[in-house]
């Protein structure tokens, strides 16, 4: 399978995912939940999202929890709105990079 075509897929269900995300009425999950990035096997079969927290530890555990318990609706919903042979089942994992890079900014500008 061409890698132009999964890079599309990827970006496709990455834009649906967060659409999907904002629609969920769990409270577990804070306004600042973003789709970071997703990763499709060359089967589509697996989808991989990264997702960003913001909030301390126990808001980014939960939200993490709440996503994983909404798996299913996120799946059946991608369904929909997606035209593949096959759905693929969503992994949750968190991402730090966008807080990381905040940090390193701090430290930046403290260093001048």
């Known amino acids: 399978m061409a890698t132009n075509r999964i890079n599309r897929i990827n970006e496709e269900v990455r834009r649906e995912l967060s659409d999907i995300l904002r629609e969920l009425k769990d409270p577990r999950i804070p306004v600042m939940t973003s789709v970071v990035s997703v990763s499709v096997t ?7 999202v990264y997702v960003s927290v913001f909030g301390n530890e ?3 555990k939960n939200a993490l929890a709440a996503l994983k318990n909404s798996a299913g609706y996120a799946r059946r919903e991608l369904g929909h709105r997606l035209n593949l042979r096959y759905t693929p089942e969503i992994i949750y994992k ?4 966008i807080e990381h890079g905040a940090r ?3 430290l930046l500008k403290g260093g001048k």
């Open 42 to 48: 060359q089967d589509l079969r697996y989808a991989t």
């Open 58 to 60: 126990e808001v980014k």
């Open 94 to 97: 968190a991402d730090d990079s």
């Open 104 to 106: 390193i900014n701090e």
